[in-house]
């Protein structure tokens, strides 16, 4: 009896009878995705160039969102790669360095949450920055005009 059920059963999956289980109706490769291309296809974006120009000469940007990060309002190309032992990005933003001229906007100072563990010693302000946090562009991003690949409306 139970070896009639099984052989029912596969019999019914494959002959059609027991539900949709194999469709004949194929979905073209640019339907599928956000994309109105292939996803075989790898688009290129269109070259642009950040805006800005030497820190200090143009005005703080909005942030996107309430506690956004600040974005950076100018160009870092001179400035990177940011490791823990070379941050040029804290000759001006530390709270200590204060590297800005005369006529220039004061930088945006890194907040105390930076020289914070927040894991470890919540409590415990230390004098430099803390485990990744050095890593200024992982959250801070340099303004570009640059055309979105997919139509966001976030």
Excluded at 43 to 69: C, H, I, Q, W
Excluded at 83 to 90: E, M, Q, R, V
Excluded at 127 to 132: E, F, L, P, V
Aim: proline share 10%.
């Amino acid at each position: 009896m139970k070896n009639k059920r099984i052989i029912f059963v596969i019999v019914a999956c494959f002959s059609g009878w027991g539900g949709q289980v194999w469709s004949a109706q194929s979905m073209a490769d640019h339907e599928m995705g956000l994309s109105n291309i292939s996803v075989f296809e790898t688009p290129t974006p269109k070259n642009f160039e950040y805006k800005g120009s030497m820190p200090g000469a143009d005005p703080v940007l909005p942030r996107a969102y309430p506690g956004a990060p600040p974005q950076i309002p100018h160009l870092i190309e001179m400035m990177t790669p940011i490791t823990a032992k070379l941050n040029y990005c804290l000759a001006c933003h530390d709270q200590k360095g204060k590297y800005f001229k005369k006529g220039q906007q004061q930088p945006t100072f890194t907040p105390p949450s930076h020289y914070t563990d927040l894991r470890h010693s919540p409590d415990k302000v230390s004098n430099k920055i803390i485990g990744a946090r050095y890593i200024c562009t992982q959250c801070h991003v340099p303004q570009a005009d640059a055309k979105p690949l997919v139509n966001n409306n976030f």
